[in-house]
């Protein structure tokens, strides 16, 4: 092209003159490159019906020849002159030749955008000198989905692979048809997030009943050859998770506030605020209470919202604590969150947008610990002349004073608000107030303040519980005096009958399960044994009292001393549902295993800074799933009645079959249906 005016000036002159192109219109920007514009009169020439069959029949072919072309002509000429006619005021005015992008109303709306990523660029920071690696929408800060971003990482060599598939299997190798449909791909994308796919409960309680009446099909077909051994098979599970304990595999969930009529019993609580010294806020409750409002960055939010509400507290106490929660990996409370569900990943920063759900924002453990984080910063900005306050950050704590000596605050290994909520309860006395009250929606803080608070050199403790029209004061003080020794075995009780980490007996809640204690008061001892520290030996001595404490929640007549022989009874004589017997001693002991972890290790330790750290695999759980439901078999895998052999009814069962073997005789489950010689 450089040589092109010295070696062919003619060419050179045509170019310039723009005449390697055609124009179709009057208008600018319209001008088409020669081979297209002869594809689009092909178009016309060919007309709706198209040319696919003319060369086919050679009288189609040459009538279409002769007279198709003159056709289109006209067609087009027609339509034309119709445009003309449609248009004869337009003709009489000044023709407007230019391209739309010119006209004013399109370039407003260009220099708008622009403006506008222009701001958010300034408002928000430069994405592009972000470092932390993740991938993310310029202006709503919202993080992608780990999956979308492997898409983006390997969707490039992704499509390089399937097209050397292509072209080998389809070119080269010609294993495959050229027209065979192409799979689509199903990537998680920005739009098309990756959705977890979970079974329905009808499909789980449709499959659950399938196996049980295959199960009691099979031993029905078993027990005509064999003696059934009942004490045996009322020793194992059905399936591979108890009934009574798990929802299909995972933790039954429960009611645990269902405990909290129980302990109002020894202490009512009122409706009119007590006077304190000191409040102690689970910064998780109240940032769930504290809606955004008209709150439109999270700056917004922690000066007009959270702070405002933190301040106004401090009108009524002089000290006040915000605990927050710790989210840690592979933590044993990530199957109770998992029940809320998911929400959208947002980077919190201070003019970052705040998303229009806010429930859904605080489902995320990320989007909170960064939001904890940044309030905890914030809270340190409240000025010395509105009181003391102290926020956790982390393991650590921040002041909004001068203060240093935190050694019985920090470092911190605790993980929840709850246990910690305590420990800055200690502190609190420690420096002299004597008068604290807790603010939380958790039942399970009530449990462990009771529990613990004869170790606090307190005269009142206080639970701010519920909100709006629920909200009552309760004095955790006259409880924990007025439960006495009780209070003692509190914490293994509410682990034992059902929390956030520990499951809960199907169709038997807290109310059932204390009406038990009281009848059955012996087994306060062993509640108290796994409420501090207990090891897997104490576990093994306290199981046969836990066992006829279960036996007497689930049927209060009963004389079953063993849960066993309580499941055979209750199945068999009073016809109870598979859900509604009680779990299997094996079972049970695992159940008691996970809650002495979460009672005495977790809880026990609320006044503990540094509390030591136990692996939970040796008490009941398993990181590759929820938890250990039993060490035995189930019924299907371990009853003898169910053995079957597979041999062949000509050879006969020798020596080598697994009846003989067992000393058993065949059945019609075996493959030899039972008709074999063994003479």
């Known amino acids: 092209m450089d040589c092109l005016e010295t070696e062919v000036p003619v060419i050179a002159a045509e170019l310039k003159n723009g005449n390697f192109v055609v124009n179709k219109t009057n208008g600018a920007f319209s001008s088409l490159p020669i081979d297209q514009a002869h594809e689009q009169h092909n178009k016309i020439v060919k007309g709706d019906g198209g040319a696919i069959g003319l060369t086919e029949s050679s009288t189609q072919l040459l009538r279409w020849m002769v ?56 408002e928000m920071g430069n994405s592009f000198t972000d470092q932390t690696g993740d991938l993310f929408v310029l202006d709503t800060r919202d993080i992608a989905d780990s999956k979308v971003v492997e898409t983006v990482r390997t969707i490039e060599q992704l499509s390089k ?13 010609r294993t495959t048809s050229l027209f065979d449909t192409i799979q689509k791909n199903k990537l998680p994308l920005f739009s098309s997030p990756p959705a977890t796919k979970e079974k329905s409960s009808d499909k789980l309680k449709i499959a659950s009943l399938k196996s049980n009446c295959s199960l009691f099909s099979r031993l029905y077909v078993s027990c005509q050859v064999r003696d059934g051994d009942l004490e045996g098979f009322f020793s194992h599970e059905n399936q591979s998770f108890p009934p009574s304990l798990s929802q299909y595999g995972k933790l039954r969930s429960g009611s645990k506030s269902d405990l909290l009529p129980c302990l109002e019993k020894n202490g009512p609580g009122q409706a009119q605020r007590p006077s304190v010294e000191a409040l102690l806020l689970d910064g ?10 008209a709150s439109k960055t999270f700056q917004e939010y922690s000066e007009t919202v959270f702070l405002p509400y933190v301040i106004n507290q401090l009108r009524n106490v002089k000290r006040v604590d915000v605990v927050w929660d710790r989210y840690l990996p592979g933590s044993l409370k990530n199957s109770a969150r998992s029940k809320r ?3 959208i990943r947002r980077r919190v920063k201070v003019n970052t947008r705040i998303p229009g759900d806010w429930t859904a924002f605080l489902r995320v453990d990320e989007n909170k610990e960064e939001l904890f984080l940044y309030l905890a910063e914030q809270l340190t900005t409240i000025g010395t002349d509105h009181g003391e306050v102290v926020s956790t950050r982390h393991e650590t704590v921040v002041f909004n004073n001068d203060r240093t000596d935190a050694t019985d605050l920090s470092p911190c290994g605790h993980e929840e608000a709850d246990t910690r909520l305590l420990l800055h309860a200690a502190d609190a006395a420690r420096r002299g107030y004597t008068k604290v009250m807790v603010r ?23 639970i701010e519980f519920g909100v709006g029209k629920n909200l009552n004061y ?43 204690w009281s009848a059955f008061d012996d087994v306060t001892a062993a509640f108290q044994a796994l409420s501090y520290a207990p ?61 002495s972890y979460q009672a005495g290790h977790c809880w026990g330790n609320s006044l503990v800074p540094s509390p030591p750290f136990l692996c939970p695999s040796q008490w009941g759980w398993v990181k590759v799933a929820t938890d250990t439901w039993m ?18 009814i000509k050879k006969g069962c020798t020596g080598r079959c697994k009846c003989v073997k067992a000393e058993l005789p065949c059945t019609a489950l075996c493959n030899c249906a039972g008709q074999c010689d063994r003479e």
């Open 284 to 293: 998780t409750a109240i940032v769930n209470m504290l809606k955004p409002r």
């Open 535 to 595: 090891t897997v030996d104490v576990v093994d001595e306290v199981m046969p009292i836990l066992e006829r404490s279960v036996t007497i929640m689930y049927d209060r007549p009963s004389i079953c001393m063993k849960v066993n022989d309580a499941r055979r009874d209750l199945f068999t004589r009073k016809w109870r549902d598979i859900e509604a017997i009680p779990p299997t001693s094996d079972a049970l002991r695992q159940h008691v295993k996970r809650s």
């Open 631 to 648: 060490t035995f078999p189930h019924s299907s895998q371990s009853c003898q009645e169910l053995l079957k052999c597979g041999c062949k």
């Open 67 to 122: 007279s198709g072309l003159e056709m289109s002509r006209i067609i087009n000429d027609f339509e034309l002159s119709q445009e003309l006619v449609r248009n004869i005021a337009k003709q009489e005015e000044k023709e407007d030749l230019r391209h739309h992008e010119q006209m004013k109303g399109v370039q407003n709306t260009f220099w708008n955008q622009v403006n506008l990523v222009c701001s958010t660029i300034k």
């Open 341 to 343: 569900g998911k929400g």
């Open 161 to 173: 692979d399937q097209y050397e598939q292509f072209a080998t299997k389809r070119l080269h190798e």
């Open 440 to 462: 939380t929606v958790d039942t399970d803080v009530v449990v462990i303040t009771v529990a613990k608070y004869q170790y606090i050199s307190l005269s009142e403790l206080w």
């Open 474 to 516: 309760l004095p955790e003080h006259d409880i924990s005096r007025s439960v006495g020794e009780k209070s003692q075995a509190l914490l293994a009780f509410h682990a034992f009958t059902g929390c956030d980490q520990t499951s809960s007996f199907a169709h038997y809640g807290k109310k059932t399960a204390w009406a038990a």
